[in-house]
């Protein structure tokens, strides 16, 4: 399978407790989004890389939120002290700058449940 | 801030064509998008419009991009109950920047 892939696809765990999220992109793809989407919402943009570099943080980012790309590759996306709130799917995608079509290409999800 | 606006809902029947409207508040949009999503199943594009460009056809998909008004729709015509999916309308200032979506719109189509 050559799209993008998210691990693990569900993660249910208790308030307070630390998780991570992983991405892997198509291969090739030097651009990685990381979104949240909340029931009944659009796609809420979090961050995105270009390879290895953070390039744009939105505000939703808390400081609980943090990203990495080392690599330039996959990426994790780590939330600590998880609160109720941030029960969602978490979206990653990833294109490559000078396609043809200026598509970004959406992995599965991620649907955290914190209780 | 930059908002996007969609109605939630829409029901046809199976043939009919379906009009799904969105309005935009960031007049720098330069791409203005539609993905639709499935039960199950990742977000998909669907089509695109320049920000310079008036209308776009692909097959059974026309997007009407009205820029004056910040106004963008998409037509579905003979609609089919395989269309049934959220439609949501994006737009980002640049190819490969953060995409801004609406709460999208939830298609239903009746046989």
């Known amino acids: 399978d050559t799209g993008v892939s998210q691990d693990p696809r569900h993660k249910i765990t208790k308030r307070g407790q630390n998780v991570t999220f992983r991405c892997d992109p198509i291969s090739e793809h030097n651009r990685l989004y990381w979104y949240r989407q909340t029931l009944g919402q659009g796609p809420e943009f979090l961050t995105y890389?270009?390879?290895?570099?953070?390039?744009?943080k939105s505000r939703l980012l808390s400081d609980r939120f943090s990203a990495e790309r080392p690599k330039g590759s996959f990426s994790t996306l780590e939330i600590q002290r998880t609160e109720q709130g941030d029960s969602a799917m978490y979206l990653c995608?990833?294109?490559?700058?000078?396609?043809?079509?200026?598509?970004?290409?959406f992995g599965p999800g991620t649907r955290l449940t914190v209780l | 801030g930059e908002d996007v606006e969609q109605s939630l809902f829409l029901s046809v029947r199976e043939g009919d064509s379906s009009v799904i409207n969105c309005t935009y508040t960031?007049?720098?949009?330069?791409?203005l998008y539609w993905y639709k999503q499935e039960p199950g199943a990742g977000l998909q594009l669907l089509t695109y419009i320049f920000s310079n460009m008036d209308m776009k056809q692909d097959q059974r998909l026309t997007v009407l991009l009205n820029k004056k008004d910040k106004h963008l729709s998409l037509r579905i015509a003979d609609t089919q109950t395989g269309d049934s999916a959220i439609y949501f309308c994006?737009?980002?200032?640049?190819?490969?920047?953060?995409?801004?979506f609406g709460k999208g719109t939830t298609l239903s189509v009746s046989s």
């Open positions: 994006a737009e980002s200032h640049q190819a490969g920047t953060a995409l801004i």
């Open positions: 890389f270009q390879n290895e570099a953070q390039l744009e």
């Open positions: 960031d007049s720098s949009s330069t791409y």
């Open positions: 995608a990833s294109s490559r700058p000078g396609q043809l079509i200026p598509e970004q290409f």
